[in-house]
Antibody
Framework: QLQESGPGLVRPSETLSLTCSVF??????????WGWVRRLPGKGLEWIAS???????YYNPSLRSRVTIFLDTSKNQFSLQLSSMTAADSALYYC??????????????WGQGTTVTVSS | DIVLTQSPLFLSVTPGEPASISCRSS???????????LDWYLQRPGQSPQVLIY???NRASGVPDRFSGSGSGSYFTLKISRVEAEDVGTYYC?????????FGQGTKVEIK
């Protein structure tokens, strides 16, 4: 299971920090890709970033200049930082398993999502 | 980026009747290893998306066999053989061939 946490409200130009806690399994040594997807109002789903245990990072080019994804294996968590937030970044953010390094079964496990609103 | 175009965008279906959603890609989703890199997801109201079909035609664990995926190259179809009330929600196709992963616009399914 995956559980997102973070602020529900962010001011324009600030940096969003979201954390995903992993339950029932360990990030360390896993063969999963851990990642983030957001659902933008009226615009559907957008993949943001993914990271496997090796630490290689994969970013959506449309967000690359503003996004960072990283693992914290000591806490069994992974996190997303998105800088220079604007109203266009207001969305429902999901953490999820986006794939595996040794096979593929789709984006298998999703968190319940956390709503982020950008407003002053 | 690969662009996915779904149709229809809205579907109203009578319980027990079949339903079909198509997904057209801006380029072939055939991987060099032979995999068809197209998934289908369902987002029920108030819930997170869940994978229904991966790699074109493989049903995910626990998905009822009334759901099936088919297609090749750049044209794919999701079929529901007999729609049930629990099938309401928005269906998305997603390409898994390249980064960035991209999704179709979504097809909203309602029950008559």
């Amino acid at each position: 299971q995956l559980q997102e946490s973070g602020p529900g409200l962010v001011r324009p130009s600030e940096t969003l920090s979201l954390t995903c806690s992993v339950f029932g399994g360990s990030i360390s040594g896993s063969t999963y890709y851990w990642g983030w997807v957001r659902r933008l109002p009226g615009k559907g789903l957008e993949w943001i970033a993914s990271i496997p245990y090796s630490g290689s990072t994969y970013y959506n080019p449309s967000l690359r200049s503003r996004v960072t994804i990283f693992l914290d294996t000591s806490k069994n968590q992974f996190s997303l930082q998105l800088s220079s937030m604007t109203a266009a970044d207001s969305a429902l953010y999901y953490c999820l398993i986006t794939g595996r390094t040794d096979s593929y079964y789709g984006m298998e496990v999703w968190g319940q999502g956390t709503t982020v609103t950008v407003s002053s | 980026d690969i662009v996915l175009t779904q149709s229809p965008l809205f579907l109203s279906v009578t319980p027990g009747e079949p339903a079909s959603i198509s997904c057209r890609s801006s380029q072939s989703l055939l991987h060099s290893n032979g995999n068809k890199c197209l998934d289908w997801y369902l987002q029920r109201p108030g819930q997170s998306p869940q994978v229904l079909i991966y790699l074109g035609s493989n049903r995910a664990s626990g998905v009822p066999d009334r759901f099936s995926g088919s297609g090749s190259g750049s044209y794919f179809t999701l079929k529901i053989s007999r729609v049930e009330a629990e099938d309401v929600g928005t269906y998305y196709c997603m390409q898994a061939l390249q980064t960035p992963r991209t999704f179709g616009q979504g097809t909203k399914v309602e029950i008559k």
